[in-house]
């Protein structure tokens, strides 16, 4: 199992430009969140998704928008970039079969917005 | 409002030598606290949460509601130790959860 997964590992955008991010959970995982982490913060968290639909959501725009698909990978977004978007966003999945969700982080996508 | 703090943004000991990461929370229900670690080149990953009362390489962290706070600690530091360290906090049981991450510690271990 190769874990979590996220592609692209890199790419640079300009203001006002659309990107699409996309995650593969690890394998038996149903659940998948979101996290951006600016430059020495930590993670801030964006928004999750199970069942197809958005289950909870941080304090982000609505610029930022997010999909599950039925085989509970997920794409994050970004409307209308700007350069305060610039960061790594983290994809992490879970399960919500067990009591406590232990979350699984991928290696992250770094944005950059110009 | 949730909220996590680590006062340390870096935090450098001798090989050796105790190690304690300071955590403080801010959450009006039962949380659950986590430590995440993130090594060099290497994905974020949890390192240990307070459910589990258990002792992971070495270290160990008690979630003292009183003051708040969940303090990782370790009593000898080795060089393998050197990460970043982020003390987190969930809702516990929650069927949507999201994580509330600190800004971070970097640890390094001076040999």
């Known amino acids: 199992d190769a874990g979590v997964t996220q592609s692209p590992t890199h790419l640079i955008k300009t203001r006002g430009q659309q990107v699409t991010l996309r995650c593969s959970p690890k394998?038996?995982?149903?659940?998948v969140s979101w996290y951006q982490q600016a430059l020495g913060q930590g993670p801030q968290f964006i928004f999750q998704?199970?069942?197809?639909?958005?289950?909870q959501r941080g304090n982000f725009p609505d610029r930022f928008s997010g999909h599950q698909f039925p085989n509970y990978s997920s794409e994050l977004n970004v409307n209308a970039l700007l350069l305060g978007d610039s960061a790594l966003y983290l994809c992490?999945?879970?399960?919500?079969?067990?009591?406590?969700?232990?979350?699984?982080f991928g290696p992250g996508t770094r944005l950059t917005v110009l | 409002a949730q909220r996590v703090t680590q006062p340390e943004k870096l935090l450098s000991v001798f090989k050796g030598a105790p190690v304690e990461l300071k955590c403080n929370y801010s959450?009006?229900?039962?949380?659950?606290l986590f430590w995440y670690v993130q090594y060099s080149r290497q994905r974020l990953q949890l390192l240990l949460r307070?459910?589990s009362r258990e002792s992971i390489k070495g270290f160990t962290a008690d979630l003292n509601k009183g003051e708040t706070s969940f303090h990782l600690k370790k009593p000898f530091a080795q060089e393998e130790d050197s990460a970043m360290y982020y003390c987190?906090?969930?809702?516990?049981?929650?069927?949507?959860?999201?994580?509330?991450f600190g800004s971070g510690t970097r640890l390094s271990i001076r040999p």
């Open positions: 992490a999945s879970s399960s919500l079969a067990g009591v406590t969700d232990t979350q699984y």
């Open positions: 394998s038996g995982h149903d659940t």
């Open positions: 998704y199970y069942e197809e639909e958005e289950r």
């Open positions: 307070h459910i």
């Open positions: 959450y009006s229900g039962s949380p659950e």
């Open positions: 987190a906090l969930s809702t516990l049981y929650s069927s949507a959860s999201k994580i509330i």
